[in-house]
């Protein structure tokens, strides 16, 4: 019997999945800049050591990050430059959905429908 292959969909939803937490995303921002001291990482980002450290393992079982030791401190970057380049394009699809947000909200303040105002009983025309 051949081995059953996990399907290229569901691998991506678990590497969505390992993405999905704010802290996790915190610290590959940090790395797409350096390498980083978990030092360094608990003063940017904010948690307590244990938390900082389950999450760095999650991140290093996916293969996202790699640690080494160097004398006490422990320094993580990067496994792929591709994750940075991935953070990249997230930011501009967010910057992108924020932005029609931005108008839809204003509509909503104007009153209006967008730019056309095309409410029932309207036809848009001046």
Not at 48 to 56: F, G, K, P, R, V
């Amino acid at each position: 019997m051949p081995p059953v292959s996990t399907p290229l969909y569901r691998l991506k939803a678990e590497f969505f999945k390992t993405l999905g937490h704010p802290v996790r995303i915190r610290v590959l921002e940090l790395l797409s800049e350096r390498d980083h001291a978990v030092s360094e990482m608990l003063n940017e980002v904010g948690v307590e050591a244990a938390h900082l450290s389950q999450q760095l393992a999650v991140l290093r079982r996916a293969g996202l990050v790699t640690a080494r030791r160097e004398g006490s401190a422990v320094h993580y970057t990067l496994a792929d430059p591709g994750v940075a380049e991935l953070l990249r394009v997230a930011r501009t699809i967010l910057t992108g959905v924020l932005a029609g947000q931005a108008e839809l909200l204003a509509d909503l303040r104007s009153g209006t429908d967008g730019p056309d105002d095309a409410r029932p009983g309207r036809t848009g025309a001046p």
